[in-house]
């Protein structure tokens, strides 16, 4: 059925870079074969997941959306991917995203744009918009993305589904082709609170991934207080980012509106501050580059990727190498990170970041001592049309709400509230927790969706 969905949809959508639908329908079988031996099957047996293409899968392309490595065949499993597998799931395909994750909108993918479901001419978000759009078309139940700044919470926010990123460590990013190592965290996308609860449990399960150092053990059943009551707890907003230039009124109204709805069933909203959190996109346009700069160094024309032929020197081919593999926006974040990470220049920019960086946490720590949650949009609008933001920093700074939790490595959801009244396009908020709070966050989102 899954497959028939993306059939139908795909000359809409096109959320996939590739449909593994070989791979799918052997997941599939061995599914049946197992329920008729009457085996017990996993959580997520024949659920149909999408995975960007940024995790490893064998038996299909790795390519990040990359001319760099549109031939890449993905030599070995991620571990989310392969825990998503354990659990059941079967595996229908690989998402389309922005480039390296580089982007907001999934129009820097090398190999063609995706289209937000709702409505063709506008963007899905991103960079996970493949991840976001193939499951808002209901061409696959889950998918998983990941978030360095923001792309789940933002393109599940403009597809109209449920995006998680969990806190820093919780998922393992084994397998998954580095952007920025500190902020890089999987989670996945749903149509509901619950469906992305399961996930969850899935890519916690066995515990920590000895394959990423950073991992750690993660023992919580996302399904277990799901349903609870949220009556006692409290909600915190920050006046100051309710107020931000850009923020469209529908959308504030819609958080406004969960935040009443929240304090019907018995929470307290608070006011809480967060005094440096303005400067977190600079912060973040900093580290992220720099860590981009220096992962991505590995794509020198001769280990893996695109390869320049013909070239005189070793010199030259890497050069041209990178030059016609990796795209526009590929190059500016490289050529930046470079740059701030020259000699003179690193104590004028990236050591700064690293020290917003830690007044960032701390202010985040003073604000959970005053509360449970954080609610705040995740987007500061709806769906844009396809090329509306032509200037990068415009595309930056649509990251505005979700960028403070990478940096300080927190989990936040992302949680559909209907139609805006003014765009009718899907509107959101987001929950953000302190780290490792993960589950409280989605009995939150479960009370608001
Ligand atoms: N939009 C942000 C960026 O371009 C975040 C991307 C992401 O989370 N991968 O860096």
Request: with cysteine.
């Amino acid at each position: 059925a899954s497959l028939d969905a993306v059939d139908a949809r795909e000359p809409q959508v096109q959320a996939f870079l590739e449909v593994s639908a070989d791979l799918a329908l052997k997941a599939a079988e061995r599914t049946d074969q197992a329920r008729a031996r009457g085996e017990e099957l996993g959580p997520l047996a024949g659920v149909p997941c999408a995975f960007k293409d940024n995790m490893h899968l064998v038996g299909t392309h790795t390519t990040c959306a990359s001319r760099m490595l549109e031939n890449y065949e993905s030599t070995f499993t991620a571990t989310c991917v392969q825990r998503m597998l354990d659990a059941g799931a079967t595996p229908i395909g690989k998402a389309n995203m922005d480039e390296f994750a580089f982007g907001s909108s999934t129009e820097s993918s090398a190999f063609h744009r995706t289209n937000n479901p709702w409505d063709t001419t506008r963007v899905p978000g991103g960079s996970s918009g493949g991840s976001a759009a193939a499951v808002a078309s209901g061409e696959v139940t889950v998918s998983l993305g990941s978030d360095t700044g923001g792309s789940i919470r933002q393109p599940a926010s403009l597809c109209g589904v449920v995006g998680m990123k969990p806190t820093y460590g919780a998922v393992s990013r084994y397998g998954v082709v580095a952007f920025g190592s500190s902020l890089d965290q999987v989670g996945p996308f749903g149509r509901r609170v619950e469906d992305v609860a399961l996930a969850m449990n899935a890519l916690v399960s066995p515990g920590r991934d000895p394959f990423d150092s950073t991992s750690q053990d993660c023992p919580i059943d996302f399904l277990e207080h799901l349903e609870d009551p949220i009556a006692g707890k409290r909600v915190g907003i920050v006046p100051q980012l309710m107020e931000v230039q850009g923020l469209t009124d529908e959308v504030r109204d819609a958080v406004n509106g969960a935040a009443r709805a929240l304090e019907d069933q018995g929470a307290q909203v608070v006011e809480v501050d967060l005094p440096n959190i303005a400067s977190a996109i600079s912060a973040y346009y900093v580290i992220a580059p720099c860590e981009a700069f220096s992962n991505l160094a590995r794509f020198d024309g001769v280990r893996y990727g695109y390869q320049e032929q013909g070239c005189a020197t070793l010199a030259e081919q890497t050069s041209l190498s990178r030059a016609h593999g990796f795209g526009e926006e590929a190059k500016r974040r490289q050529m930046l990170g470079a740059y701030l990470l020259s000699s003179g220049v690193y104590d004028t920019y990236y050591y700064p970041a690293q020290q917003v960086r830690t007044l960032i946490t701390q202010d985040y720590e003073r604000a959970y001592e005053k509360c449970d949650v954080i609610l705040m949009p995740a987007a500061p609008r709806t769906a844009f049309k396809f090329g509306e933001l032509s200037d990068p920093t415009q595309m930056y700074a649509s990251d505005m709400f979700t960028i403070s939790n990478n940096i300080v490595g927190n989990g936040g959801v992302s949680v559909p509230l209907g139609l805006g009244r003014d765009s009718g396009l899907p509107v959101s908020a987001q929950l953000q927790g302190p780290a490792f709070r993960d589950r409280m966050l989605l009995q939150f989102a479960r009370s608001i969706e």
